[in-house]
């Protein structure tokens, strides 16, 4: 019944923008804190951004931060990655999180999306 679905990602230039989307359902949406993770090829998977059930609080990696915003309506059960400036760098598919606010151990993945910054 859970389902994460993100889109958005694609093959951007050095500069260039992209908006991720993460769509939940099969949750109560408002009750989960989301966040975005990432991971290159060779590397950890890092946490982007994440941002509390309300939309009240988030927060940013340093490597992200002045560049990426995180974002959700909880009208439309979606989370939001704007991305700017990209940089070679952020080449990654990236993860879309959902964490109960009310059972930290409730954790839903999704499938991930590919995001390739190159000229």
């Known amino acids: 019944q859970v389902q994460i679905v993100e889109s958005g990602g694609g093959l951007v230039q050095p500069g260039g923008s992209l908006r991720l989307s993460c769509a939940a359902s099969?949750?109560?949406?408002?009750?989960?804190?989301m966040s975005w993770h990432r991971q290159a090829p060779g590397k950890e998977r890092e946490l982007v951004a994440a941002?509390?059930?309300?939309?009240?609080?988030?927060n940013h990696a340093d490597s992200v931060k002045g560049r990426f915003t995180i974002s959700r309506d909880n009208a439309k059960n979606t989370v939001y990655l704007q991305m700017n400036s990209l940089k070679p760098d952020d080449t990654a598919v990236y993860y879309c999180?959902?964490?109960?606010?009310?059972?930290?151990?409730?954790?839903?993945w999704g499938q991930g999306t590919q995001v390739t910054v190159s000229s």
């Open positions: 099969g949750f109560t949406f408002s009750s989960y804190a």
């Open positions: 999180k959902a964490r109960s606010a009310f059972n930290y151990r409730e954790v839903y």
């Open positions: 941002i509390s059930s309300t939309g009240g609080s988030a």
